[in-house]
């Protein structure tokens, strides 16, 4: 339904009255040009009801008035009440058969209506008074195909050609029509012909392709595009249409080849540029063309979230996750609203432990997505790791407030709720939290091996440590940092030749880690090795520990406790 703007109509229901005074020669009493004024100021003001009420004032002393039906056809519109604004439309165009605009409005409102025949008919008799107007013939075809009668749509495309020529788009049309009634033979036909009459045409080219694939006539279908790219080599649809017509029957290397071409050219738009991409990334692992190919996709569409979304996607499969993150920042600069790219944002920060960008970023999250649990949760890991514990508790528990059946998810923010507890020297609430995580997911390692490191931090309930840890090891014997916690909680209990062993297998795992590094200057420190002991500090300084104790440890030559 095509709705005219308020302003429009004023001017219009205006000039409308004021020519029905004249035409018919009918004075208007006052009472009804105030009535009428009215109505049109309370519709400017939305004020529906009362706007009806006023024009049917208008028409109880001249029913036949165009401009007061118009009007109350148009609010009726407005209460999505179809059947009486076709009424009143019908009135109108009664009341001033001569007016073109009131029988378009009717034609359209008839339509609304699934009275198909009666709109169809109305379009004629317009595309008949002015022969120029593409959108009555138009119009007419549209109705007559939905009312059935395509004989009639037939005859309109054929009207149209004839008073205003041919185009391609009145041969697909034939062409769909054709072929919807079963008669491929002559669709074909109508194509074959089209594309001798516009034989540089895209649509055409593409319709008869996907008639081929239809139809499984492929060979005629490669033909085509062959032929199409060796005459426009710089046709980008063309070669996108030809490589994946390849990739579908198993030409995948060539289709490839042509999907590559058709990104950088013209033709194919920025969604099939973005489904090449996509199929090169599932189709191989990594291809050595495709850094090229979105760095050019970048370039062509700066503006565009979605090019910028598949560099991120680009750089995140290659493991290089500062310049993923980057390109995945950018779309949502463009596009904030794109939450699973935010979500791959914040992972990503959080995965290489950036929790000042991670802090950043999901207060902005929050704000954009306020009933999505996991920018709440990644907020509150973010905050412990700046140590602001109450206010981590506080965005974690809003977090478990709207989760909706995610255990695993529950669980790990029932770990950072221990987690900030026990930085709040609230040992009992950071047991209970802990418990409570592993409660709901009994198989996690990970929130197994922190609460037994927790704890051994602590010097609190190292039996216990002891044995979460184990088994931990039992079910993943190779992972630093869980070879790491055992040997922390062996350091704390005073066995530190067996916590070294244990150190010595996490080192040889991880060489640059700055806890595990840490860890081993301190047992090396404890069983004598003091030079040895300085030496892995100094270390662990380079590799930036957070202990605030480790400067003091490497003045004085001792050991302290960590404090974080």
């Known amino acids: 339904m095509r709705l005219k703007s308020f302003i429009i109509l004023l001017v219009t229901l205006s000039l409308f009255a004021c020519r029905t005074a004249k035409e018919k020669k009918i004075v208007h009493a ?22 009806i009420e006023k024009f049917n004032l208008c028409l109880k002393e001249d029913p036949t008035d165009d401009a007061a039906n118009f009007a109350l056809a148009q609010l009726y519109l407005m209460k999505n009440d179809l059947q009486k604004a076709s009424f009143h439309t019908k009135q109108a165009s009664e009341s001033d058969p001569k007016n073109l605009y009131y029988q378009t409005e009717l034609a359209f409102m008839q339509q609304e209506l699934k009275e198909y025949e009666q709109a169809a008919s109305i379009f004629d008799k317009l595309s008949k008074i002015n022969l120029q107007n593409h959108e009555y013939y138009y119009g007419s075809f549209e109705n007559w195909v ?3 009668k395509r004989d009639k749509a037939l005859q309109t495309l054929a009207n149209l050609e004839k008073r205003l020529g041919g185009n391609s788009e009145i041969e697909i049309k034939r062409y769909h029509l054709l072929l919807s009634a079963g008669q491929d ?9 089209a594309k001798n009459k516009y034989p540089d045409d895209p649509t055409i080219i593409a319709n008869l392709v996907d008639y081929y694939m239809q139809k499984k006539q492929y060979d005629s279908g490669m033909k085509l595009l062959q032929e199409l790219v060796t005459a426009d080599p710089e046709n980008g649809l063309a070669f996108y249409m030809l490589g994946d017509m390849q990739m579908q029957i ?64 680009y750089f995140f499969k290659a493991n290089r996750f500062e310049e993923a993150t980057k390109s995945y920042k950018k779309a949502v600069e463009f596009n904030p609203n794109l939450f699973p790219i935010w979500n ?3 992972v990503l920060e959080y995965q290489n432990q950036w929790f000042d960008s991670l ?29 602001q514990y109450a206010e981590a508790i506080t965005k974690l528990k809003e977090s478990i407030d709207l989760l909706l059946n995610d255990g695993a998810l529950e669980a790990e923010i029932y770990g950072q709720i221990g987690e900030a507890n026990f930085g709040l020297k609230d040992f009992e609430n950071g047991k209970l939290f802990y418990e409570k995580a592993i409660e709901k997911q009994p198989t ?81 420190f404890k069983i004598g090795q003091k030079e040895r002991a300085i030496e892995y500090w100094l270390k662990a300084k380079e590799l930036k520990s957070t202990n605030f104790n480790l400067d003091k440890k490497i003045q004085n030559k001792a050991y302290y406790d960590p404090i974080y």
């Open 30 to 51: 006052s009472s009804f040009i105030k009535n009428f004024h009215e109505g049109v100021r309370l519709k400017l003001n939305f004020e529906v009801d009362q706007a």
């Open 146 to 148: 939905k009312a059935g």
């Open 185 to 193: 033979k002559d669709a074909l036909d109508v194509l074959l012909e």
């Open 250 to 313: 198993g030409q995948e290397q060539t289709g490839l080849n042509n999907l590559k071409q058709a990104v950088k050219k013209e033709g194919a738009n920025l969604d099939q540029k973005m489904e090449i991409l996509i199929s090169i990334q599932n189709f191989k692992t990594s291809d050595p063309d495709m850094e090229s190919l979105v760095e050019y996709m970048v370039g062509r569409y700066p503006k565009e979230a979605k090019a910028h979304s598949i560099r991120g996607d």
């Open 344 to 346: 791959q944002i914040l």
């Open 359 to 387: 802090n950043v970023d999901s207060d902005k999250c929050i704000e954009l997505f306020p009933v999505q649990p996991v920018p709440y949760f990644f907020n509150g890991v973010a905050k412990n790791q700046k140590k």
């Open 444 to 524: 996690s390692l990970i929130l197994k091996n922190n609460y037994a490191y927790r704890l051994a931090l602590q010097t609190n309930e190292l039996e216990k440590a002891e044995k979460l840890i184990d088994e931990v090891l039992l079910t993943a014997p190779n992972q630093a940092r869980f070879l790491d916690t055992k040997g922390w909680v062996l350091f704390v209990k005073g066995k530190y030749s067996t916590a070294q062993d244990y150190f010595n297998q996490a080192l040889a795992i991880a060489p640059n880690d700055k806890v595990i590094v840490e860890h081993f200057g301190d047992c090396a």
